[in-house]
């Protein structure tokens, strides 16, 4: 373009404006325009002049839901994307949305999780109602596309995500490209869908230059460690706490992060890479009669099979995916059958690894066919056992180790076997921190109830010794349980000693398998009931951590039931009651 | 009250209101396995210790877990006897309510639980009583359990001591009623509830009592603070006579403390009985010593008064006359193995239980070998002072049932040395307290190992009592057995030499602190010494006083330790 071309209709210059550059550039040479240009482009990049002033043609939004902050960690990836191609973003998320902000909505990106069976996670439980609900607005103008995460081992696979496409669609609004659902290894999937949104966003949005309200959360992480450029943290001790009678070996596992400037806050989960067993991975490559020092690329690097299979691939959860593109791959119709029935893969892929599943069906496969049937390992996240302000620059861990003996065969789970097992003291762990601002402690005068059977107690650590640094003034009841009394009581010692101090004011205890009955958590929060609901009542906190499959749902039932009772209330007001907490946030899950 | 300060325990007592202290608290806190420590003293007047595995102790901490707490408790039965619906009732309760499962027969006639959860003791003591059996005053600083020589053979002579034992058991026992508060669920006493005999602090240490009945001294009579001695008239008994002063406890290395056999107290009526046992007992709560636990035994108290002094107040306080006593003579310490027939034709079978452990190993199934018998058997069971098991009174007809069942389960079948017979060993390691090195664990072993040396000098059939404790209190009185070990540390142990066979002479240390090897060096050349010079008949023990290997112990707080 040349200068007698520019006019105030191609480009965002006044009249005067381009006048005066006119009359600026007339006398330059050739040299001075040059430095001149770099100079503005200078100034333009480092935002810190007011040279321009112009107003933002459309704006993005992007929200989430997240339970274990993947989600999250999404939404702010796609968000930093998208402000590096200047569009104008605001990242928030579901929990923290005000829900008639949606009609003025025009471009909206959603990245959300699906919890076990199919529920939406905590942060989005609101809008996910709001959107199925009569006060839904019509939503002609919004152009949207959802990103979901999920594990394709459960029923409900992303369900959450297909929810709000659904409902998105039926209020009228118009998909900028397909939903996209994400299973665990989700990062290819997660660019892929992130590249053609912006990349058709890029061009509907007009590049603005000012960005984002201070209302909204800033798009940095804080520390530079993350899921993909990890902490290695120094394994300082991983003993066993449960006793020579327990079924269960529990690990208390203890890293350190000197040095590495990471923080974290009670509640926050610690993401765990792992390595898989050597042994297992020599046993499958035998099974398939692949040869260990074979090349494969990963990552654009040449590697052995042997090592992408130790470091790279998820080798012991085991998903449909896998079953059936290994049945093709070794082409058994057996296999190929089974895999169509949705029942039926279910049902086999239930108690099985991908070791059982290669140990049924040991046929000579291809490096290839073995990759593309695996999916890239993951990071598993633990809920962190320890507080800073009690360790410093340590972080602990509660590990159940996953072992069992299925098909004649023992198991071990991934993760847990590495750590318990494989590492052994002062190696290296490749951790990052996932903060989850769904399960924080309250106000130090707040009075706390926390339920955490199993491995559930670890977060309850955290709180407490949080609140003892603290001296907050709140009291603490924590409900544990687990198989025997004898093995299994998780930090027995140092519950005593915050008991004896006074920073744990309430313990109440179940242990399952000390009597003939079944006595779990649940039945002692209906015992003490009359005391739960006024702790409630009195502006108790409560929390939740440990399985969700049963005991979350059990407990949830328990309360509505102590509610009922001791409220004197009906079963929908005891259930509008624990609503009502929920959004408050006193009532917070951390479940798995 | 003076101002001197009292011993820690005596505290406990005063303010317990007559031992129930926070038991029933401690039971309800459910955080711990333990009881609240000034409880722990209490509960022994109830019969259980709180113990913890010691094996696994470092191993628990860490793993952020508590010591296992576990209990130990002990039966009070009289004597010994117990029916065979008891003890079919005991071997249920080992097996449904103790970590262990199986039964421990003691020193004392009794049997014990070890590894019983804090959740189980108030159904476990229920259930003792549902079978009309109780631990009220098994420990403590009490009467504990009444010992009486299980003879079935002069079957009325037998009968009518046991009767005593019995009657001293229940006229002796506390008169709280907080067992029946805590444990039975009974109603709780409002009055003012008063312990006529003991007063609120009971007696200085625990008291022991042994009924024997001559020529047999299994009871070991004179190691126990009173003992009975029959005296019998033409197989009738006519009375007794009573010994003071007994007991076996000391610590390591103080010299002020000792091992002692009783005094002569003199002869008494059969009707004066209870009387004199009340007033030593009040006498022994008067004049004993409550500032340190470590002299407050009967025997201390005794040995400050003197003899004279002590049975002329006891005579002060019972009005009893009590004579010289009439000349006894014992023969025997040991249990008589095998079959032995009753003056009333009744037959009687007593079998060795290694280490009075009542349990199945493979081969060797004695736990369910005597519920299998108990199922059968239409007499009784007596359990020995040496740890063994009598099934008594059987009449001719069932005798080949019970041998059978006793050969089918390997009770009974396996050649016992002499050595062997004779042979007790406390619990020690891993759960009591108080052992510095083990015991029962040990003792099988080591006891092959001295078999071993007898054999190479040509003396396997010698009897000789060989006990061992892994701690110097002396459970199964070592310092009255003619080889004693008592445990110093892991692995170590001193050795006492020189008792007499029959429990009139107690022992004296020859070796501190020995090993294995080095015990088993000096006993490989008395052995020696024994084989070549002993005169016919002679005892092990004796021998060693005769040539003047060991040099006999007569007052023990004169000559114990020189």
């Known amino acids: 373009m040349s200068l007698d071309q520019l006019n105030s209709l191609s480009s965002p210059l006044s009249t005067q404006q381009i006048d005066s550059l006119k009359q600026l550039t007339a006398s330059m040479s050739a040299i001075e325009l040059s430095w001149v240009s770099g100079y503005l482009a200078g100034i333009s990049q480092g935002g810190t002049v007011n040279a321009v002033n112009t107003a933002p043609a459309g704006k993005l939004t992007v929200l989430y839901g997240s339970q274990t902050g993947n989600a999250k960690g999404v939404a702010n990836e796609v968000a930093a994307k998208a402000k590096e191609l200047g569009l104008n973003v605001e990242l928030s998320s579901m929990g923290s949305y005000k829900t008639k902000q949606l009609k003025t909505e025009t471009h909206l990106l959603v990245v959300v999780s699906t919890n076990g069976e199919g529920e939406p996670p905590d942060d989005a439980i609101l809008l996910h109602e709001f959107l199925a609900g009569k006060r839904a607005p019509k939503l002609a103008d919004l152009k949207y596309s959802v990103l979901g995460l999920g594990d394709s081992s459960y029923e409900f696979f992303c369900q959450t995500a297909i929810d709000f496409d659904e409902r998105l669609a039926a209020l009228g609004a118009s998909p900028i490209v397909p939903r996209k659902d994400c299973d665990v290894d989700y990062d290819d999937d997660v660019n892929e869908w992130t590249d053609k949104a912006l990349g058709i966003l890029e061009q509907t949005l007009t590049a603005a230059v000012a960005v984002s309200p201070s209302s909204v959360e800033p798009v940095i992480s804080t520390s530079q460690y993350t899921k993909k450029n990890p902490f290695k943290a120094t394994l300082l001790a991983n003993p066993k706490i449960t006793g020579r009678g327990a079924n269960k070996d529990v690990r208390h596992i203890e890293l350190s992060l000197e040095d590495s400037g990471i923080t974290y806050q009670p509640g926050d989960a610690l993401g765990v890479w792992f390595d898989n067993d050597p042994a297992l991975v020599d046993e499958l490559l035998t099974h398939l009669a692949i040869e260990p020092q074979e090349s494969v690329s990963v990552n654009e690097h040449a590697i052995t099979i042997k090592a992408a299979l130790i470091e790279h691939y998820e080798l012991t959860q085991l998903h449909p995916g896998f079953v059936t593109e290994y049945a093709q791959a070794i082409n058994s119709s057996v296999l190929i059958e089974l895999a169509q029935s949705k029942e039926l893969l279910r049902e086999y892929i239930a108690d099985r690894q991908i070791i059982d599943v290669i140990r049924e069906y040991p046929v000579a496969i291809s490096s290839a066919q073995l990759l593309k049937a695996l999916r890239k390992l993951t990071p598993r996240l633990y809920s962190i056992a320890s507080a800073m302000s009690e360790v410093e620059d340590e972080v602990h861990l509660t590990v159940a180790v996953v072992e069992y003996d299925a098909f004649g065969q023992p198991h071990q789970g991934g993760a847990s076997s590495y750590l318990a097992h494989r590492l052994i003291e002062d190696s290296q762990v490749r951790v990052f921190v996932e903060h989850n601002d769904n399960f924080r402690l309250p106000a130090p005068e707040q009075n706390v109830i926390m339920i955490g059977p199993g491995t559930g107690i670890a977060p309850f650590r955290s709180f407490l010794q949080q609140r003892d640094n603290d001296e907050a003034a709140g009291e603490n009841w924590l409900f544990f349980g687990n198989q025997h009394f004898t093995d299994d009581f998780l930090y027995q010692t140092e519950l005593q000693d915050f008991k004896e101090r006074g920073v744990l004011n309430r313990i109440d205890l179940a242990f399952s398998r000390d009597q003939s009955d079944k006595i779990y958590v649940q039945h002692r929060i209906v015992e003490q009931g009359e005391t739960v609901y006024q702790w409630l009542e009195n502006g108790a906190s409560l929390y939740i951590c440990g399985d969700g499959s049963q005991m979350a749902k059990d407990v949830h039932q328990a309360l509505l039931t102590v509610i009922q009772t001791h409220g004197n209330k009906t079963a929908e007001q005891a259930t509008e009651y624990l609503i009502n907490l929920r959004d408050t946030k006193r009532y917070q899950k951390d479940v798995y | ?562």
């Open chain 2, 1 to 562: 009250m003076t101002d001197v300060k009292l011993a820690a325990n005596e505290y406990i007592k005063a303010d317990s209101n007559l031992l129930r202290g926070t038991i029933e608290e401690g039971l309800q806190n459910n955080i711990t396995g333990a009881l609240y420590v000034d409880d722990t003293q209490l509960s022994k007047f109830h019969g259980f210790y709180q113990q913890d595995d010691r094996d696994l102790r470092a191993e628990r901490q860490a793993q952020k877990l508590e010591p296992l707490h576990s209990f130990m408790l002990r039966a009070r039965v009289p004597g010994g006897v117990c029916t065979p619906e008891q003890w079919l009732d005991i071997d249920k309760i080992a097996g449904s309510l103790t970590m262990n499962q199986n039964i421990r027969l003691t020193t004392r006639q009794t049997f014990q639980y070890h590894g019983i959860l804090k959740r189980n003791l108030k159904p476990l003591i229920q259930a003792l009583d549902t079978s009309s059996l109780d631990s009220i005053a098994a420990c403590g600083d009490v009467n504990r359990n009444v010992m009486c020589n299980p003879n079935p053979v002069e079957s009325e002579l037998h009968q009518e001591a046991y009767q005593w034992s019995i009657k001293l058991s229940e006229q002796l026992l506390p008169r709280t009623n907080a067992y029946a508060e805590i444990w039975l669920d009974g109603e709780k006493v409002t009055t003012n509830e008063t312990e006529p005999m003991y007063g609120k602090t009971y007696l200085p240490r625990k008291f022991k009592i042994a009924v024997a009945v001559p020529p047999h001294n299994d009871v070991d009579v004179y190691t126990n603070c009173l003992g009975f001695i029959a005296v019998s008239d033409n197989g009738k008994l006519v009375g007794f006579n009573v010994t003071v002063g007994g007991g076996m406890g000391a610590t390591h290395g103080d010299k002020e403390t000792f091992p002692r056999l009783a005094d002569e107290l003199g002869f008494i009526a059969l009707e004066d009985t209870i009387e004199v046992a009340k007033a030593v007992i009040t006498t022994q709560r008067d004049w004993g010593n409550r500032v340190d636990r470590k002299f407050a035994r009967l025997k201390y108290t005794v040995q400050k008064h003197g003899i004279d002094a002590f049975r002329a107040e006891v005579a002060k306080r019972s009005g009893v006359d009590i004579q010289p006593p009439k000349d006894i003579t014992f023969t025997t310490r040991g249990d008589r193995f095998g079959w032995v027939k009753g003056t009333d034709d009744k037959w009687h079978l007593t079998l060795y239980i290694e280490c009075g452990r009542i349990k199945d190993v493979p081969g060797k199934e004695i736990q369910t070998g005597f519920r299998e018998i108990a199922k059968v058997h239409k007499g009784d069971f007596r359990m020995t002072s040496n740890q063994n098991m009598i099934v008594a009174n059987v009449a001719e007809a069932d005798k080949d049932q019970i041998e059978a069942l006793a050969r089918q389960y390997g009770i009974l079948g396996e050649r016992l040395t002499p050595l062997r017979k004779h042979s007790i060993a406390c619990v020690s390691l891993p759960t009591c307290a108080l052992g510095m090195a083990e015991a029962e664990r040990y003792f099988p072993e080591f006891t092959d190992k001295v078999d071993e040396l007898l054999v190479k000098h040509g003396v396997g059939d010698q009897p000789i009592v060989m006990r061992m404790t892994g701690c110097p209190n002396g459970c199964a009185r070592p310092y009255a057995a003619e080889i004693g070990l008592v445990g110093k540390g892991p692995g170590r142990y001193n050795l006492y030499l020189g008792a007499a066979f029959d429990g009139t002479r107690i022992s004296k240390m020859v070796l501190e602190n020995g090993n294995e090897t080095e015990i088993l060096a000096d006993l490989d050349q008395r052995f020696e010494r024994f084989a070549a010079q002993r005169t016919s008949g002679e005892y092990f023990g004796d021998f060693l006083v005769r040539t003047n290997e060991v040099k006999a112990v007569i007052t023990s707080a004169g000559d114990f330790h020189d």
